[in-house]
């Protein structure tokens, strides 16, 4: 962790000496990060960011955001036949974002998606169950769309091996991933907006049908 002294932390956070120990005058556990080396004071350079109202503003809109996905997860779940609920319930065993480095359409996210699930059924489809579920979204800084997917591999040992097939045949997008979490809210993420048309599908080598 790096330390400014007084006056360098006023210099970077653009804000008084009073300011400051007012600040952690009602921050008590903040203030504990500071340090006493040779008589002076030093705070955290990480603590500008309490400092910034642009960025205080921006994590308290994502808590909100949070906050708000949360209350609509539980009023989906508890409606147990909405898909949100169905999904909820499976297991998964992997949550991906693909940011295509290409300005996708729809029609062909939905086909990347059903040729990278095809791609791994020829390769895998006599060892392993699998199932995917995924959306397309609009990206919210550039045009075109982006997938997130959630992967069911039923054998744990072809984990490794197929997340590797998975980058590869992603290897020119960017590729975000990690273990599901059913408490993160990760499927119902995936369909907040409604499931409509080539904006989502259900794919799985046991053909469950959703009620």
Request: charged content about 30%; hydrophobic content about 35%.
């Amino acid at each position: 962790m790096r330390f400014e002294n007084i006056i360098e932390f006023k210099n970077t956070i653009k804000a008084s000496k009073s300011k400051i120990y007012r600040f952690y005058q009602k921050n008590e556990e903040l203030f504990s990060d500071t340090i006493l080396k040779k008589g002076k004071r030093l705070f955290p350079i990480e603590h500008a960011r309490y400092f910034d109202s642009e960025i205080m503003f921006d994590e308290n809109k994502i808590l909100r955001q949070e906050n708000q996905s949360m209350r609509n997860l539980i009023d989906c779940l508890e409606d147990k036949n909405s898909l949100q609920y169905t999904f909820w319930q499976m297991e998964w065993s992997f949550f991906f974002t693909i940011a295509y480095k290409l300005d996708r359409k729809k029609n062909s996210c939905f086909k990347q998606m059903h040729g990278v699930y095809d791609y791994l059924i020829k390769k895998y489809g006599n060892a392993t169950d699998l199932r995917i579920f995924f959306t397309t979204e609009p990206f919210n800084n550039r045009t075109g769309y982006h997938n997130h997917f959630a992967i069911y591999i039923e054998d744990k040992k072809l984990h490794e091996e197929i997340i590797l097939d998975i980058q590869e045949y992603f290897n020119y997008d960017r590729i975000d991933f990690g273990i599901y979490d059913r408490y993160k809210a990760g499927l119902f993420y995936m369909s907040k907006e409604g499931l409509n048309g080539e904006d989502w599908d259900f794919i799985s080598t046991t053909k469950t049908l959703l009620s």
